[in-house]
């Protein structure tokens, strides 16, 4: 193996350990409680070291920004025959990871997700960034939205419709959030699942 792909490989290692021991500290102790020094002793590396990999503390939250972009345009692009605009519209948040749900708990970019959407509703640093971030995606997921469904939406009905279920979504899982418990991922995750369904029931019925 070239020296490049090793420097590569042990690079996205200690990313990832970064990630994982972010996610697992956060967890336990509360984002506000847990600082990037924690962060770097639990992945066993200096604190410059974190800072050649995330610029602060909330970037771990959202990590791989164009990346997220790019799977929420691919699930667009995936829609299936004779899937409707809002269910194609729920399948790209999911992938973009703002509203969590249908992952594996124990997967890591599951379990950073699910921090971002619970922590963005209490911390005003996140909740900033979040607010970009979402604005960002559900533009691109608008335009390839309208792309993808030219005959029943315009631009204007494409931003409306992701706009109408962001919202809709996110506010019933604000709700969600309060009342479950932080260390009961799995139950919480189950909630968001059923709670992100109940809400969209109504739109689905009216694409039909």
């Known amino acids: ?84 605009p809002v269910e194609v519209v729920l399948r790209a948040l999911r992938a973009v990871g703002d509203t969590p749900g249908e992952h594996l708990i124990d997967d890591l970019a599951a379990r950073l997700a699910l921090l971002r959407a619970r922590i ?35 631009e204007v009905g494409a931003a409306a419709l992701v706009g109408g279920v962001v919202g809709a979504v996110s506010g019933a899982l604000t709700v969600v959030f309060q009342e479950g418990n932080p260390a009961d991922g799995e139950r919480l995750q189950r909630r968001i699942d059923e709670t992100t369904t109940r809400v969209l029931r109504p739109w689905l019925a009216g694409h039909r």
Not at 2 to 10: E, F, M, Q, V
Not at 35 to 43: C, E, L, M, Q, S
Not at 72 to 82: C, D, E, K, Q, T
């Open 120 to 154: 963005s509703r209490t911390v005003p640093a996140v909740s900033g960034r979040a607010a970009h971030a979402q604005l960002v995606a559900q533009r691109e997921i608008a335009r390839h939205l309208h792309r993808a469904f030219p005959g029943e939406l315009d």
């Open 1 to 84: 193996m070239p020296p490049s792909a090793l420097r590569d490989r042990k690079r996205e290692r200690t990313r990832r350990a970064l990630l994982a021991a972010a996610a697992e500290l956060f967890e336990q102790r509360g984002y506000e409680e847990t600082t990037v020094a924690d962060i770097a002793a639990a992945a066993e590396v200096g604190t410059r070291t974190f800072f050649n990999y995330f610029g602060s503390k909330e970037e771990l939250l959202f990590p791989d920004p164009e990346e997220r972009v790019r799977a929420a345009v691919a699930a667009v692009a995936a829609r299936r025959p004779g899937e409707q």
